[in-house]
């Protein structure tokens, strides 16, 4: 049972356009979610979070928007570079246990010059 | 600044075998996670450890233990390893429950 989707397993995008990844997930009881960014070889590495208590959250040219009722997250990337290319992995997790994050099964953006 | 740490970066071990893998938490970091990524696969969850003791448990088998050591260091043991085993093991560590920092991983192959 995933509870956390990401339905589109890559994304190619030229540079200087906007990268839009998007997540949807099933658990009502996630108020807590997160974008990850992942280069081969390495950790997942933390880009953006958002509450549940908000629908919008702007680091950057990094902003991700959530909608509760969709049950649906977004990740915006403007303007999207080349060293953006990398696995982005979304996650949730409840309040009650902030570290137990759920993952999606990732999306690979490539950038193109 | 320093990063969590995690040794070996890879092992190779065979079927019923034993592997023990580690986690140096960045300091003064408080809690430790055990994250299991299989080929093709999402991150889960196994199992964090707060000050020591466990506090949350997730999809990690019973031949897996795990701990975290009074210099707040964590190992995941593994007996009687699988084929299925094979996977990437992502240790991550927190200061009180705030934002999660992953380790590069250990890759473990299961022959």
């Known amino acids: 049972d995933q509870q956390v989707k990401q339905n589109s397993p890559s994304l190619s995008v030229q540079e200087g356009r906007i990268s839009i990844l998007n997540c949807d997930y099933t658990n009502s009881m996630f108020d807590y979610f997160l974008w990850y960014k992942k280069y081969p070889a390495e950790g997942p590495t933390f880009l953006i979070s958002i509450s549940s208590i908000k629908d919008k959250n702007e680091d950057g040219r990094f902003t991700v928007f959530l909608n509760k009722s969709a049950k649906h997250l977004s990740l915006h990337i403007v303007p999207s570079q080349p060293g953006d290319s990398a696995v982005y992995f979304c996650?949730?997790?409840?309040?009650?246990?902030?570290?137990?994050?759920?993952f999606g099964q990732g999306t690979i953006l490539t950038v193109h010059p | 600044a320093a990063g969590v740490i995690q040794s070996p970066r890879h092992l190779i071990k065979e079927k019923r075998e034993t592997a023990t893998l580690k986690c140096y938490p960045i300091p003064r970091h408080d809690t430790v996670y055990w994250y299991q990524q299989g080929p093709g696969q999402d991150p889960q969850f196994l199992i964090s450890f707060y000050e020591k003791m466990q506090s949350d448990k997730g999809s990690i088998p019973d031949r897996f233990s795990a701990q975290q050591f009074s210099d707040y260091h964590s190992e995941l043991n593994m007996s009687s390893l699988e084929l299925g085993d094979s996977a990437l093991y992502f240790c991550?560590?927190?200061f009180g429950g705030g934002k999660l920092f992953f380790g590069s991983g250990t890759q473990l192959s299961v022959l």
């Open positions: 996650a949730a997790s409840e309040s009650t246990s902030y570290g137990k994050l759920t």
């Open positions: 991550a560590s927190s």
